[in-house]
């Protein structure tokens, strides 16, 4: 993986400044908590049955994933647009980050799986949350690497959605950086998959920074979050979906066409902006 992009200094979060946006953070805030830790303990629960049943497969848990993460969505106040279909499974979902909210977008479109940086499981909260959702952690590790494909592949094979971001980091949301060909590499070999780039774009709301969702470089979760609860008009969220890529012809050739065709979703959200 990539080290963490840098870019331009971001934007100060927005701050909570009154009654008024302090409202706001509880009115949207204690939902959104109780949903997700909530659906956390629902999923353990879960996962007791669904694990010795269906062993790697879960046909029941991305569901209440998927579910809150919409839920979510609607009470943080964007306006969200989803276009394109969700391929179905076996299938590899590539698309651009920009935030952690990406999370909540690609798991509130459909059923994933996603693949992150070993140093995600450590981050407070984050971390903590994408173990239980069944995250895999890739270690940028020669010694690991052959265990790492065959996991993936495990996963791809029992009918799952693999989620990864090529990119390799998170971005101030205004750009699509170069995929990386090297995470494609573990998709090449199973049969039937099918690779489905996949645009996300945050829109500031009116008089915004336009970064104002972008989280990169060194900035801190908390205040971060808060901002995003607090804001008293809330942005736009596009996800595109578009048609899928037969996971052939080489792992360059793979990466260059997801990035392609992502990137043309993202400067056409340009275009009509």
């Known amino acids: 993986m990539s080290p963490t992009w840098q870019g331009d200094p971001p934007p100060a979060p927005y701050r909570p400044a009154g009654p008024g946006d302090w409202l706001r953070v509880l009115r949207r805030g204690t939902p959104v908590a ?16 669904e694990a010795p049943l269906f062993g790697p497969r879960r046909p029941w848990t991305p569901h209440l994933v998927r579910a809150v993460c919409r839920a979510n969505l609607w009470c943080l106040g964007f306006n969200c647009r989803f276009g394109g279909r969700a391929v ?21 479109g459909q059923t994933v799986t996603f693949v992150a940086k070993a140093e995600v499981a450590g981050w407070p909260g984050i971390g903590w949350l994408a173990r239980a959702t069944g995250t895999v952690f890739i270690r940028r590790d020669p010694a690991e690497a052959a265990a790492q494909v065959a996991l993936l592949r495990d996963r791809l094979r029992a009918g799952g959605r693999i989620a990864l971001f090529p990119e390799g980091t998170s971005t101030d949301g205004q750009r699509v950086l170069p995929f990386k060909p090297a995470l494609f590499a573990a998709f090449l070999e199973v049969p ?17 920074d336009p970064r104002a969702y972008g ?12 901002g995003v609860l607090a804001r008293p008009d809330q942005g736009a969220l596009t996800v ?34």
């Open 240 to 273: 595109i979906r578009h048609a899928p890529l037969a996971a052939e012809g080489g792992r360059k050739a793979l990466a260059a066409a997801a990035e392609a065709a992502v990137r043309a979703g993202f400067d056409a959200q340009d275009s009509a902006a």
């Open 88 to 108: 179905p499974a076996p299938a590899v979902i590539a698309a651009n980050h920009s935030s952690w909210l990406d999370i909540f977008a690609l798991n509130a």
């Open 34 to 49: 109780v949903m997700t830790f909530g659906g956390l303990v629902l999923l353990l629960i879960l996962r007791l049955a």
């Open 192 to 208: 039937g998959l099918q690779v489905q780039p996949v645009t996300i774009r945050w829109q500031a709301p009116a008089g915004a």
């Open 215 to 226: 989280w990169w470089g060194n900035m801190d979760l908390g205040p971060h979050l808060l």
